[in-house]
């Protein structure tokens, strides 16, 4: 195997050799042996050559290092140095070629107006998700696997949202995305949503956005309506019983009265579980309340 891949590399670079002499043989002869070219078109024939061949040594470093990239490391830190590699080899390819057509490049430079060009660019959009993508993945605020609710002031209530009924969570996350992060690239931050749809927000977006880190677990609140016959005191204790015995119980429980009716009172429990699907153990709580009360009211 490491001999077919050093047999790979050397193919390449032999290409790549022999195409740039393949150039040079063929200006050389429509500019001197045949002077097909007129000589003041001679520069602009040169800065199409240096942009070619600069051009094929650019991608041939870009493919062999993504390889290895690749390889020794995960897309998301793979990716921004390739960008890096790639701003940097167009770069040169733009000074050279500027270079041939008498442009004074030094001056240009000293005088920031590559800088301010590039400064100007990365300010859009495209470049703005790919810079975006470079800080997170520096600043790493979290990571493939952690579940996130992202705070997104520009798409907030954009999407479709399932609303709570008056008895189901109190908590309404209209202005963002909830979800597992499963990949970063150097454009978009990729969640599986809690509905199982995939969403790709820009990283342009996500730098700007407040992000809510979810981990070891979720507080789970339960609503329940009892009539007033049925005393708190009489069925406090059971319940919360009920409650720390459930799977994936995380030793934090808490139960209020919130409001009352004529007839009845309206009971608020929350205990915290070590899973992240509290609609899942918020049924399993109301189906435990609906044992324990309905047998009663009659």
């Given at each position: 195997?490491?001999?077919?891949?050093?047999?790979?590399?050397?193919?390449?670079?032999?290409?790549?050799?022999?195409?740039?002499?393949?150039?040079?043989?063929?200006?050389?002869?429509?500019?001197?042996?045949?002077?097909?070219?007129?000589p003041n078109f001679s520069s602009y024939v040169n800065a199409i050559f240096v942009a070619i061949i600069i051009y094929i040594i650019l991608k041939v470093?870009?493919?062999?290092?993504?390889?290895?990239?690749?390889?020794?490391?995960?897309?998301?830190?793979?990716?921004?140095?390739?960008?890096?590699?790639?701003?940097?080899?167009?770069?040169?390819?733009?000074?050279?070629?500027?270079?041939?057509?008498?442009?004074?490049?030094?001056?240009?430079?000293?005088?920031?107006?590559?800088?301010?060009?590039?400064?100007?660019?990365?300010?859009?959009?495209?470049?703005?998700?790919?810079?975006?993508?470079?800080?997170?993945?520096?600043?790493?605020?979290?990571?493939?696997?952690?579940?996130?609710?992202?705070?997104?002031?520009?798409?907030?209530?954009?999407?479709?949202?399932?609303?709570?009924?008056?008895?189901s969570t109190d908590r309404i996350e209209a202005t963002g995305y909830g979800g597992e992060v499963i990949a970063l690239t150097i454009n978009y931050t990729?969640?599986?949503?809690?509905?199982?749809?995939?969403?790709?927000?820009?990283?342009?977006?996500?730098?700007?956005?407040?992000?809510?880190?979810?981990?070891?677990?979720?507080?789970?609140?339960?609503?329940?309506?009892?009539?007033?016959?049925?005393?708190?005191?009489?069925?406090?204790?059971?319940?919360?019983?009920?409650?720390?015995?459930?799977?994936?119980?995380?030793?934090?429980?808490?139960?209020?009265?919130?409001?009352?009716?004529?007839?009845?009172?309206?009971?608020?429990?929350?205990?915290?579980?070590?899973?992240?699907?509290?609609?899942?153990?918020?049924?399993?709580?109301?189906?435990?309340?609906?044992?324990?009360?309905?047998?009663?009211?009659?």
């Open positions: 195997m490491a001999g077919e891949r050093k047999g790979n590399v050397a193919g390449a670079i032999a290409g790549m050799i022999a195409i740039m002499i393949s150039l040079f043989v063929f200006v050389y002869i429509i500019t001197f042996v045949f002077p097909i070219i007129p470093v870009l493919g062999v290092l993504s390889k290895y990239m690749y390889k020794y490391m995960s897309p998301a830190r793979a990716h921004p140095i390739l960008f890096i590699v790639s701003i940097l080899g167009y770069f040169i390819l733009g000074v050279a070629v500027m270079a041939q057509l008498g442009i004074d490049v030094s001056s240009l430079i000293l005088g920031g107006s590559i800088v301010s060009v590039i400064i100007g660019l990365a300010s859009q959009s495209v470049l703005a998700n790919q810079f975006g993508g470079i800080l997170l993945t520096i600043v790493r605020p979290f990571k493939i696997g952690d579940h996130v609710f992202i705070n997104t002031w520009q798409y907030g209530g954009a999407f479709p949202t399932l609303f709570p009924k008056f008895f990729t969640l599986r949503l809690n509905s199982g749809d995939i969403v790709r927000i820009p990283n342009a977006i996500v730098i700007q956005s407040a992000i809510i880190l979810r981990k070891n677990g979720v507080i789970v609140q339960a609503r329940y309506e009892i009539p007033k016959y049925i005393t708190y005191a009489s069925i406090a204790k059971e319940i919360e019983n009920i409650v720390i015995s459930l799977k994936d119980y995380d030793n934090q429980f808490s139960m209020y009265v919130d409001e009352t009716t004529m007839n009845t009172y309206i009971l608020i429990l929350k205990a915290r579980f070590s899973t992240m699907d509290p609609d899942k153990k918020r049924g399993e709580i109301m189906l435990a309340l609906m044992d324990l009360i309905e047998p009663m009211k009659s």
